[in-house]
T-cell receptor, first 114, second 112 residues
Framework: GAGVSQSPRYKVAKRGQDVALRCDPI?????LFWYQQALGQGPEFLTY????????KSGLPSDRFFAERPEGSVSTLKIQRTQQEDSAVYLC????????????FGSGTQLSVL | KNQVEQSPQSLIILEGKNCTLQ??????????LRWYKQDTGRGPVSLTI?????NTKSNGRYTATLDADTKQSSLHITASQLSDSASYIC???????????FGAGTQVVVTP
Protein backbone atom coordinates (compact mmCIF):
# COMPACT_ATOMS: atom_id res chain seq x y z
CA GLY A 1 0.00 0.00 0.00
CA ALA A 2 0.93 3.64 -0.32
CA GLY A 3 0.24 4.65 3.28
CA VAL A 4 2.38 4.88 6.41
CA SER A 5 3.06 1.38 7.66
CA GLN A 6 3.83 0.50 11.27
CA SER A 7 4.89 -2.79 12.76
CA PRO A 8 4.20 -4.69 14.83
CA ARG A 9 0.52 -3.82 15.11
CA TYR A 10 0.44 -5.10 18.70
CA LYS A 11 3.29 -5.69 21.12
CA VAL A 12 3.12 -7.21 24.58
CA ALA A 13 6.24 -6.83 26.69
CA LYS A 14 7.18 -7.82 30.18
CA ARG A 15 8.29 -4.97 32.39
CA GLY A 16 12.00 -4.43 31.90
CA GLN A 17 12.11 -5.72 28.34
CA ASP A 18 13.42 -3.64 25.45
CA VAL A 19 11.12 -3.08 22.46
CA ALA A 20 11.61 -1.69 18.96
CA LEU A 21 8.78 -0.21 16.93
CA ARG A 22 9.14 0.31 13.21
CA CYS A 23 7.70 2.95 10.92
CA ASP A 24 7.79 2.88 7.11
CA PRO A 25 6.74 6.34 5.92
CA ILE A 26 5.27 7.12 2.54
CA UNK A 27 8.07 6.98 -0.02
CA UNK A 28 9.74 10.35 -0.53
CA UNK A 29 8.28 11.97 2.57
CA UNK A 30 10.76 14.33 4.15
CA UNK A 31 9.25 14.69 7.61
CA LEU A 32 8.56 11.93 10.11
CA PHE A 33 6.97 12.19 13.53
CA TRP A 34 6.43 9.86 16.46
CA TYR A 35 3.52 10.36 18.84
CA GLN A 36 2.36 8.57 21.98
CA GLN A 37 -1.39 8.22 22.51
CA ALA A 38 -2.78 7.10 25.85
CA LEU A 39 -6.27 5.62 26.00
CA GLY A 40 -8.93 8.30 25.58
CA GLN A 41 -6.39 11.05 24.95
CA GLY A 42 -5.03 12.88 21.95
CA PRO A 43 -1.58 12.05 20.62
CA GLU A 44 1.40 13.59 22.42
CA PHE A 45 4.48 14.60 20.43
CA LEU A 46 7.62 12.53 20.98
CA THR A 47 10.12 13.39 18.26
CA TYR A 48 10.52 14.82 14.75
CA UNK A 49 12.87 13.98 11.87
CA UNK A 50 13.54 15.88 8.72
CA UNK A 51 15.23 13.34 6.46
CA UNK A 52 17.81 11.65 8.72
CA UNK A 53 18.19 14.61 11.06
CA UNK A 54 16.38 14.48 14.38
CA UNK A 55 15.34 18.12 14.73
CA UNK A 56 13.29 17.85 17.89
CA LYS A 57 13.27 15.17 20.56
CA SER A 58 11.83 17.30 23.32
CA GLY A 59 8.79 15.04 23.74
CA LEU A 60 10.70 11.87 24.59
CA PRO A 61 9.64 11.17 28.19
CA SER A 62 12.95 9.74 29.42
CA ASP A 63 16.35 8.56 28.29
CA ARG A 64 14.86 5.09 27.94
CA PHE A 65 13.28 6.31 24.68
CA PHE A 66 15.42 6.55 21.57
CA ALA A 67 14.48 7.12 17.93
CA GLU A 68 16.50 6.92 14.75
CA ARG A 69 16.06 7.34 11.02
CA PRO A 70 19.54 6.58 9.70
CA GLU A 71 18.85 6.71 5.96
CA GLY A 72 16.05 9.24 5.98
CA SER A 73 13.30 6.72 5.32
CA VAL A 74 12.43 3.94 7.79
CA SER A 75 12.42 4.96 11.44
CA THR A 76 12.65 2.93 14.63
CA LEU A 77 11.47 3.94 18.08
CA LYS A 78 13.23 1.98 20.78
CA ILE A 79 12.13 1.80 24.39
CA GLN A 80 14.55 0.28 26.87
CA ARG A 81 13.59 -1.32 30.17
CA THR A 82 9.87 -0.85 29.52
CA GLN A 83 7.62 0.27 32.36
CA GLN A 84 3.86 -0.09 32.75
CA GLU A 85 3.39 3.62 32.12
CA ASP A 86 4.86 3.11 28.64
CA SER A 87 1.68 1.24 27.66
CA ALA A 88 0.07 3.28 24.88
CA VAL A 89 -0.44 3.44 21.15
CA TYR A 90 2.63 4.75 19.33
CA LEU A 91 1.73 6.59 16.14
CA CYS A 92 4.04 7.46 13.30
CA UNK A 93 3.22 10.18 10.77
CA UNK A 94 4.96 11.48 7.68
CA UNK A 95 4.68 14.50 5.44
CA UNK A 96 6.02 15.44 2.06
CA UNK A 97 6.85 18.99 3.13
CA UNK A 98 8.84 20.60 5.90
CA UNK A 99 5.81 22.64 6.94
CA UNK A 100 3.76 19.47 7.44
CA UNK A 101 0.30 20.67 6.41
CA UNK A 102 -0.46 17.31 4.85
CA UNK A 103 0.36 14.79 7.53
CA UNK A 104 -0.40 11.11 7.07
CA PHE A 105 -0.62 8.80 10.07
CA GLY A 106 -0.03 5.10 10.38
CA SER A 107 -2.44 2.90 12.33
CA GLY A 108 -0.02 2.72 15.25
CA THR A 109 1.58 0.07 17.41
CA GLN A 110 -0.34 -0.76 20.56
CA LEU A 111 2.19 -1.50 23.29
CA SER A 112 1.09 -3.26 26.46
CA VAL A 113 3.64 -3.64 29.25
CA LEU A 114 2.74 -6.25 31.83
CA LYS B 1 -2.67 22.48 31.75
CA ASN B 2 -3.74 21.41 28.27
CA GLN B 3 -3.97 24.38 25.96
CA VAL B 4 -6.62 22.67 23.83
CA GLU B 5 -9.89 21.71 25.55
CA GLN B 6 -12.63 19.86 23.67
CA SER B 7 -16.27 19.41 24.56
CA PRO B 8 -18.31 17.40 24.93
CA GLN B 9 -16.10 14.45 25.84
CA SER B 10 -18.56 12.18 24.05
CA LEU B 11 -21.96 12.31 22.42
CA ILE B 12 -24.51 10.02 20.87
CA ILE B 13 -26.61 11.20 17.93
CA LEU B 14 -29.22 9.65 15.68
CA GLU B 15 -28.33 8.94 12.08
CA GLY B 16 -29.32 11.86 9.88
CA LYS B 17 -29.08 14.48 12.63
CA ASN B 18 -26.57 17.31 12.86
CA CYS B 19 -24.10 17.93 15.66
CA THR B 20 -21.49 20.50 16.67
CA LEU B 21 -18.27 19.81 18.52
CA GLN B 22 -16.40 22.53 20.42
CA UNK B 23 -12.73 23.31 20.88
CA UNK B 24 -11.49 26.05 23.23
CA UNK B 25 -7.84 26.95 23.06
CA UNK B 26 -5.17 29.11 24.61
CA UNK B 27 -2.43 28.19 22.11
CA UNK B 28 -0.78 31.34 20.78
CA UNK B 29 0.56 31.93 18.22
CA UNK B 30 -0.29 29.18 15.80
CA UNK B 31 0.05 28.79 12.05
CA UNK B 32 -3.01 26.64 11.40
CA LEU B 33 -5.87 24.81 13.08
CA ARG B 34 -6.88 21.32 12.00
CA TRP B 35 -9.66 18.91 12.74
CA TYR B 36 -8.85 15.21 12.49
CA LYS B 37 -11.10 12.16 12.50
CA GLN B 38 -9.76 9.05 14.22
CA ASP B 39 -11.54 5.74 13.77
CA THR B 40 -11.00 3.12 16.46
CA GLY B 41 -7.69 1.38 15.97
CA ARG B 42 -6.56 3.72 13.21
CA GLY B 43 -4.43 6.82 12.92
CA PRO B 44 -6.01 10.29 12.65
CA VAL B 45 -7.08 11.51 9.21
CA SER B 46 -7.24 15.21 8.35
CA LEU B 47 -10.69 16.71 7.74
CA THR B 48 -9.99 20.43 7.53
CA ILE B 49 -7.07 22.79 7.91
CA UNK B 50 -7.52 26.53 8.48
CA UNK B 51 -5.04 29.34 8.79
CA UNK B 52 -5.34 31.95 11.52
CA UNK B 53 -6.98 34.39 9.04
CA UNK B 54 -9.73 32.01 7.92
CA ASN B 55 -12.96 31.65 9.85
CA THR B 56 -14.66 28.76 8.08
CA LYS B 57 -13.65 25.74 6.01
CA SER B 58 -15.80 22.93 4.67
CA ASN B 59 -15.08 19.40 3.55
CA GLY B 60 -18.27 17.71 2.39
CA ARG B 61 -20.57 17.33 5.39
CA TYR B 62 -17.92 18.68 7.77
CA THR B 63 -17.65 22.43 8.42
CA ALA B 64 -15.06 23.92 10.75
CA THR B 65 -15.19 27.46 12.14
CA LEU B 66 -12.65 29.56 13.94
CA ASP B 67 -13.31 32.59 16.16
CA ALA B 68 -9.99 34.13 17.12
CA ASP B 69 -11.66 36.67 19.43
CA THR B 70 -13.24 34.06 21.68
CA LYS B 71 -10.49 31.50 21.00
CA GLN B 72 -13.01 28.89 19.95
CA SER B 73 -13.29 26.49 17.06
CA SER B 74 -16.16 24.22 16.20
CA LEU B 75 -16.75 21.29 13.88
CA HIS B 76 -20.25 20.86 12.53
CA ILE B 77 -21.32 17.52 11.10
CA THR B 78 -24.37 17.67 8.83
CA ALA B 79 -26.73 14.75 8.21
CA SER B 80 -24.66 12.31 10.23
CA GLN B 81 -23.97 8.82 8.93
CA LEU B 82 -23.07 5.64 10.80
CA SER B 83 -19.55 5.96 9.37
CA ASP B 84 -19.14 9.26 11.22
CA SER B 85 -18.76 7.30 14.48
CA ALA B 86 -15.21 8.16 15.53
CA SER B 87 -13.14 10.47 17.72
CA TYR B 88 -12.78 14.03 16.41
CA ILE B 89 -9.65 15.84 17.46
CA CYS B 90 -8.87 19.56 17.36
CA UNK B 91 -5.19 20.26 16.59
CA UNK B 92 -3.03 23.38 16.50
CA UNK B 93 0.18 23.70 14.51
CA UNK B 94 2.85 26.22 15.47
CA UNK B 95 6.54 26.85 15.57
CA UNK B 96 9.04 26.79 12.75
CA UNK B 97 8.07 23.36 11.50
CA UNK B 98 4.42 23.12 12.49
CA UNK B 99 4.64 21.23 15.78
CA UNK B 100 1.18 19.87 16.54
CA UNK B 101 -0.73 20.20 19.81
CA PHE B 102 -3.73 17.89 20.08
CA GLY B 103 -6.91 18.07 22.09
CA ALA B 104 -8.19 14.92 23.79
CA GLY B 105 -10.95 14.47 21.23
CA THR B 106 -14.73 14.12 21.25
CA GLN B 107 -16.01 10.57 20.85
CA VAL B 108 -19.05 10.59 18.53
CA VAL B 109 -21.38 7.62 18.25
CA VAL B 110 -24.01 7.67 15.51
CA THR B 111 -26.88 5.26 16.07
CA PRO B 112 -29.46 3.99 13.57
Amino acid sequence: GAGVSQSPRYKVAKRGQDVALRCDPISGHVSLFWYQQALGQGPEFLTYFQNEAQLDKSGLPSDRFFAERPEGSVSTLKIQRTQQEDSAVYLCASSTTATNEKLFFGSGTQLSVL
Amino acid sequence: KNQVEQSPQSLIILEGKNCTLQCNYTVSPFSNLRWYKQDTGRGPVSLTIMTFSENTKSNGRYTATLDADTKQSSLHITASQLSDSASYICVFAGGSWGKLQFGAGTQVVVTP
